[in-house]
């Protein structure tokens, strides 16, 4: 069975394309040739270039011919409508076009002559020569732009759709570029021709250049009904391709005379169409980077390149200025879809897309805006064409461009997220405090400045690089912190950018920068902090004891205490960091001393996993003394026979559970008071909470702190 492997369909249409170009160039030459080429001028129809050694030796450049004569004919008289380019846009209907097509098969005839004489305006005669057919050299440039356009467009529809055959898109795309092959081929011939061909093959080269035209308009429309979302799982493709291949065959049979209804007419509603199905698709893809970008692309090429095509050939025409001869160059815009869609389908390298998306379209529409500015006021108020052209650079000048400079402004405020003051306040926010640990700050920092909906670590990332054509951004590692990945730029909004690299690598150093301004600031205050500590251990410590030697009793016993206190406090300034097995020890040491001072018994309890983290001497001794106070009030106010104290571990979460008889007033009745204040200020501070709630005849008091936020891992 033969199988339709990529190369194959290489070949194929390869080989198609070489059919077509060796026919386009034997139909094009082997016609009889004048040896010069006639165009149209302000008065008639002038000779434009002479190729041939008779013609160049009997005409002059511009010269004005009036008509051809053969012997023993009458005069044909020649007219600016016989060497009309493109009749499909000359005449309004299918009768007119055939009377145009009886015309050339008439000076064809003439040309079936070994002499052709031209009358001149003032009724002088030359004699020229005819060339049994036209060389090669004679065909001129835009003949062989149009059929590259035509083998460029086969060949970029056949090799997407080689590829992945099994995708719809990729199918109706093929169409395209066949459809373009025909319009551009027939095009080639016709509109490059010396004067005329005979009337039957310019009839079929029209018919086959519109059908070529619809069959490129209604695969478009096909193509943005599956791509890049189907749009719905009706087989829209197949109806819209019967509907535009009907109207292509009913233009031969000539079933409708109207040129409009038949071509013009469902070109322009697909052309329409293929905006509306551009916005829902753009609805659609909201959220999905890759195929977002994959859309852009396409319609940067299909609304760009059909955009460019109507500017250049339809708003000239409305200023009355004649763009017959650039017709065929125009075909490069479509060639520019061609090429634009294949790298939209193909998804190649795409992050690098948003770069110049919003300026491409910008340039685009404001020249547009301009030319359209222009034609209107041609159209509307009747005034010449530098006249207007005056007054619409200065309502562009002075008006639309500064409009449009602010209107783009506002909308491109959510775009300066890269510029370097902003860079700056992200790294200050996220290096803040000095309670931020190197690794959640920079995690913070590029959660801020990329809005990633995943941010995973990856061993395997030695440099920072877009991944997966711009789903990911790899980091490498550096100082304090691991390799990492970021997913899905700006919630899945876009793609990860080549700028973004520039991005990151400025906050790269203007992180490490800060880092090291912290690294100093934190070594000034622990040496203010030693100092302080010396001072009140050498001076009031000092105080405080000579105190307690020389007071009595009582009041000594609370020198003795505020002695203490204070020895707490300076050992919890210049204390290292204390793992928590070391804190837990000191804890359940501490309180099993006091419950037995107090005939109470105890039960302590540890469960969960306890995280390997370290705290500092500050930290530890917040922490003991919240323990130490709700001890206190339950041994003080309830003097209970059983005491119950849980440690939970949850990760890094420390959750405390204190219970003990209860007789007194339910806690919702409690008076605030100074002690109770003070526990929940010292865990606010700490990031926790501390509650009171009765349970039956038992008080439960329960806190819970993130040791996490502020532990250094061991």
Same mark, same amino acid.
């Given at each position: 069975?033969?199988?339709?492997?990529?190369?194959?369909?290489?070949?194929?249409?390869? @080989?198609?394309?070489?059919?077509?170009?060796?026919?386009?160039?034997?139909?094009?030459?082997?016609?009889?040739?004048?040896?010069?080429?006639?165009?149209?001028?302000?008065?008639?129809?002038?000779?434009?270039?002479?190729?041939?050694?008779?013609?160049?030796? &009997?005409?002059?450049?511009?010269?004005?011919?009036?008509?051809?004569?053969?012997?023993?004919?009458?005069?044909?008289? $020649?007219?600016?409508?016989?060497?009309?380019?493109?009749?499909?846009? &000359?005449?309004?209907?299918?009768?007119?076009?055939? &009377?145009?097509?009886?015309?050339?098969?008439?000076?064809?005839? $003439?040309?079936?002559?070994?002499?052709?004489?031209?009358?001149?305006?003032? !009724?002088?005669?030359?004699?020229?020569?005819?060339?049994?057919?036209?060389?090669?050299?004679?065909?001129?440039?835009?003949?062989?732009?149009?059929?590259?356009?035509?083998?460029?467009?086969?060949?970029? !529809?056949?090799?997407?759709?080689?590829?992945?055959?099994?995708?719809?898109?990729? %199918?109706?795309?093929?169409?395209?570029?066949?459809?373009?092959?025909?319009? #551009?081929?027939?095009?080639?011939?016709?509109?490059?021709?010396?004067?005329?061909?005979?009337?039957?093959?310019?009839?079929?080269?029209?018919?086959?250049?519109?059908?070529?035209?619809?069959?490129?308009?209604?695969?478009? @429309?096909?193509?943005?009904?599956?791509?890049?979302?189907?749009?719905?799982?009706?087989?829209?493709?197949?109806?819209?391709?019967?509907?535009?291949? #009907?109207?292509?065959?009913?233009?031969?049979?000539?079933?409708?005379?109207? =040129?409009?209804?038949? &071509?013009?007419?469902?070109?322009?509603?697909?052309?329409?169409?293929?905006?509306?199905?551009?916005?829902?698709?753009?609805?659609?893809? %909201?959220?999905?980077?890759?195929?977002?970008?994959?859309?852009?692309?396409?319609?940067?090429?299909?609304?760009?390149?059909?955009?460019?095509?109507? +500017?250049?050939?339809?708003?000239?025409?409305?200023?009355?200025?004649?763009?017959?001869?650039?017709?065929?160059? +125009?075909?490069?815009?479509?060639?520019?879809?061609?090429?634009?869609?294949?790298?939209?389908?193909?998804?190649?390298?795409?992050?690098?897309?948003?770069?110049?998306?919003?300026?491409? *379209? %910008?340039?685009?529409?404001?020249?547009?805006?301009?030319?359209?500015?222009?034609?209107?006021?041609?159209?509307?108020?009747?005034?010449?064409?530098?006249?207007?052209?005056?007054?619409?650079?200065?309502?562009?000048?002075?008006?639309?461009?500064?409009?449009?400079?602010?209107?783009?402004?506002?909308?491109?405020?959510?775009?300066?997220?890269?510029?370097?003051?902003?860079?700056?306040?992200?790294?200050?926010?996220?290096?803040?405090?000095?309670?931020?640990?190197?690794?959640?700050? *920079?995690?913070?920092?590029?959660?801020?400045?990329?809005?990633?909906?995943? @941010?995973?670590?990856?061993?395997?990332?030695?440099?920072?690089?877009?991944?997966?054509?711009?789903?990911?951004?790899?980091?490498? #590692?550096?100082?304090?912190?691991?390799?990492?990945?970021?997913?899905?730029?700006?919630?899945?909004?876009?793609?990860?950018?080549?700028?973004?690299?520039?991005?990151?690598?400025?906050?790269?150093?203007?992180?490490?920068?800060?880092?090291?301004?912290?690294?100093?600031?934190?070594?000034?205050?622990?040496?203010?902090?030693?100092?302080?500590?010396?001072?009140?251990?050498?001076?009031? !410590?000092?105080?405080?004891?000579?105190?307690?030697?020389?007071?009595?009793?009582?009041?000594?016993?609370?020198?003795?205490?505020?002695?203490?206190?204070?020895?707490?406090?300076?050992?919890?300034?210049?204390?290292?960091?204390?793992?928590?097995?070391?804190?837990?020890?000191? *804890?359940?040491?501490?309180?099993?001393?006091?419950?037995?001072?107090?005939?109470?018994?105890?039960?302590?309890?540890?469960?969960?996993?306890?995280?390997?983290?370290?705290?500092?001497?500050?930290?530890?001794?917040?922490?003991?003394? @919240?323990?130490?106070?709700?001890?206190?009030?339950?041994?003080?106010?309830?003097?209970?026979?059983?005491?119950?104290?849980?440690?939970?571990?949850?990760?890094?979460?420390?959750?405390?559970?204190?219970?003990? %008889?209860?007789?007194?007033?339910?806690?919702?009745?409690?008076?605030?008071?100074?002690?109770?204040?003070?526990?929940?200020?010292?865990?606010?501070?700490? !990031?926790?909470?501390?509650?009171?709630?009765?349970?039956?005849?038992?008080?439960?008091?329960? *806190?819970? =702190?993130?040791?996490?936020?502020?532990?250094?891992?061991?």
């Amino acid at each position: 069975m033969f199988a339709l492997l990529p190369h194959r369909i290489l070949s194929a249409a390869l @080989i198609l394309s070489v059919l077509v170009v060796m026919t386009c160039i034997t139909l094009a030459t082997a016609r009889p040739g004048l040896g010069l080429l006639l165009a149209p001028g302000d008065e008639g129809v002038i000779v434009a270039t002479r190729y041939s050694e008779p013609a160049r030796a &009997a005409l002059q450049d511009g010269e004005r011919i009036i008509a051809l004569r053969v012997a023993g004919a009458p005069d044909r008289p $020649l007219q600016t409508a016989d060497l009309t380019p493109e009749p499909d846009m &000359a005449f309004l209907s299918y009768a007119a076009m055939d &009377a145009f097509f009886s015309s050339q098969d008439e000076l064809h005839r $003439l040309l079936q002559h070994d002499t052709l004489q031209l009358v001149r305006t003032d !009724g002088s005669v030359v004699d020229l020569p005819l060339q049994p057919s036209r060389p090669l050299s004679q065909l001129p440039v835009v003949f062989w732009f149009q059929l590259f356009c035509a083998v460029g467009g086969l060949l970029a !529809g056949a090799g997407v759709w080689a590829f992945r055959r099994e995708d719809p898109a990729t %199918r109706y795309y093929a169409l395209t570029g066949l459809g373009m092959l025909m319009f #551009a081929s027939a095009a080639a011939v016709y509109s490059t021709r010396e004067l005329a061909l005979p009337g039957t093959l310019f009839m079929a080269l029209s018919a086959l250049n519109q059908f070529g035209a619809l069959l490129f308009c209604g695969g478009l @429309i096909a193509v943005l009904w599956y791509y890049p979302l189907r749009l719905a799982r009706f087989p829209a493709g197949p109806l819209i391709i019967a509907v535009y291949v #009907a109207l292509g065959a009913a233009i031969p049979l000539r079933l409708i005379d109207s =040129v409009d209804l038949l &071509a013009h007419l469902p070109i322009s509603l697909g052309y329409l169409s293929t905006y509306l199905l551009a916005a829902v698709q753009w609805w659609k893809t %909201r959220g999905d980077p890759v195929q977002r970008a994959a859309l852009r692309v396409f319609l940067l090429a299909w609304l760009f390149g059909s955009g460019a095509f109507v +500017a250049v050939m339809y708003l000239p025409s409305l200023a009355g200025i004649d763009n017959g001869a650039i017709q065929g160059y +125009a075909f490069g815009f479509f060639l520019l879809i061609h090429v634009g869609v294949a790298f939209g389908v193909l998804r190649y390298q795409l992050f690098r897309l948003d770069r110049w998306w919003f300026t491409a *379209w %910008r340039l685009f529409f404001g020249g547009l805006a301009v030319i359209a500015l222009d034609s209107l006021l041609v159209y509307l108020l009747r005034i010449d064409a530098g006249t207007s052209m005056l007054i619409s650079l200065a309502i562009a000048g002075w008006i639309y461009f500064p409009l449009r400079q602010w209107l783009w402004s506002r909308l491109a405020r959510s775009r300066v997220r890269d510029q370097p003051p902003v860079l700056i306040r992200r790294v200050t926010d996220a290096l803040s405090g000095p309670e931020h640990g190197t690794s959640s700050a *920079w995690k913070t920092l590029l959660q801020d400045a990329y809005a990633p909906l995943e @941010i995973d670590t990856a061993a395997t990332v030695q440099r920072d690089g877009i991944l997966d054509n711009g789903l990911a951004l790899g980091i490498a #590692a550096h100082t304090e912190v691991e390799a990492m990945v970021l997913r899905y730029c700006e919630g899945g909004a876009r793609l990860f950018q080549q700028k973004d690299i520039a991005v990151l690598a400025e906050l790269r150093r203007l992180f490490a920068e800060i880092l090291r301004y912290r690294a100093m600031l934190e070594e000034g205050v622990r040496e203010e902090r030693d100092r302080v500590a010396r001072d009140l251990h050498d001076d009031v !410590g000092a105080r405080l004891l000579t105190m307690s030697h020389r007071l009595p009793a009582a009041e000594a016993d609370q020198a003795r205490i505020a002695l203490s206190e204070l020895r707490a406090v300076v050992y919890s300034m210049r204390a290292p960091p204390i793992c928590l097995p070391a804190l837990l020890g000191d *804890w359940q040491w501490e309180v099993t001393e006091r419950c037995n001072a107090a005939a109470a018994n105890l039960d302590w309890r540890v469960s969960g996993a306890m995280p390997e983290l370290d705290l500092a001497g500050g930290d530890a001794l917040a922490l003991s003394r @919240i323990l130490r106070e709700a001890l206190s009030n339950a041994l003080r106010h309830a003097g209970p026979e059983m005491l119950s104290i849980q440690l939970d571990f949850v990760e890094t979460a420390l959750a405390i559970e204190i219970r003990h %008889r209860h007789s007194g007033r339910a806690p919702d009745q409690w008076q605030a008071s100074l002690g109770l204040h003070n526990l929940r200020d010292r865990l606010a501070k700490l !990031g926790g909470d501390i509650t009171w709630t009765g349970d039956g005849a038992d008080l439960v008091t329960r *806190w819970r =702190v993130d040791l996490g936020t502020f532990g250094v891992r061991s």
